[in-house]
């Protein structure tokens, strides 16, 4: 404890030294310093200090001084790293969503040309019946008669290659 009160003591009279002129005299005794308020005094200044830094926090931000600061500056690539990615979340986001909707009409057009196809399809079948191809020939005024004999079956004869 008297190791502490020497060393306080020796820091008080530097400072004295550096502030007060020579003539003056400050003698403090050890009997009426009391380690309570040197220990509650530099909590009570750090707490004064405290209150116009935050001030100065906001007055800091809004005049743009906030960014020349030691830690701002030390903390730079860390918050230009995270815009970027920040920036790539958002692009690669937005290339996401650009796909599904490019995806969903795709399986829409697919799905309407299904449709078409198999309506084609069936007209199709529709139209080549012998029914069908009959009354569009005499409509079209087309000089072609359905024949009235049967098909005849062709018989092709292999010569025997037994001799």
């Known amino acids: 404890m008297d190791d502490l009160l020497n060393k306080l003591n020796r820091k008080v009279e530097i400072e004295i030294e550096n502030?007060?002129?020579p003539e003056e005299e400050i003698r403090f005794d050890e009997d009426t310093i009391d380690t309570e308020e040197v220990n509650k005094e530099p909590v009570e200044q750090k707490k004064a200090k405290q209150k116009p830094k935050r001030k100065n926090f906001f007055r800091g931000?809004?005049?743009g001084t906030i960014l020349t600061r030691d830690w701002v500056v030390r903390q730079m690539p860390f918050v230009l790293f995270m815009t970027a990615l920040a920036i790539v979340y958002i692009a690669n986001r937005f290339h996401a969503e650009t796909l599904v909707r490019k995806s969903e009409k795709l399986k829409k057009e697919i799905k309407d040309l299904k449709a078409e196809s198999i309506t084609v399809a069936s007209e199709l079948m529709f139209s080549s019946?012998?029914?069908e191809?009959?009354?569009l020939v005499e409509e079209n005024e087309i000089e072609i008669s359905e024949s009235k004999l049967p098909p005849i079956k062709i018989e092709i004869r292999e010569k025997e290659n037994n001799e």
């Open 19 to 21: 502030t007060v002129k």
């Open 61 to 63: 931000i809004l005049d």
């Open 129 to 131: 019946n012998q029914t």
């Open 133 to 135: 191809v009959v009354k």
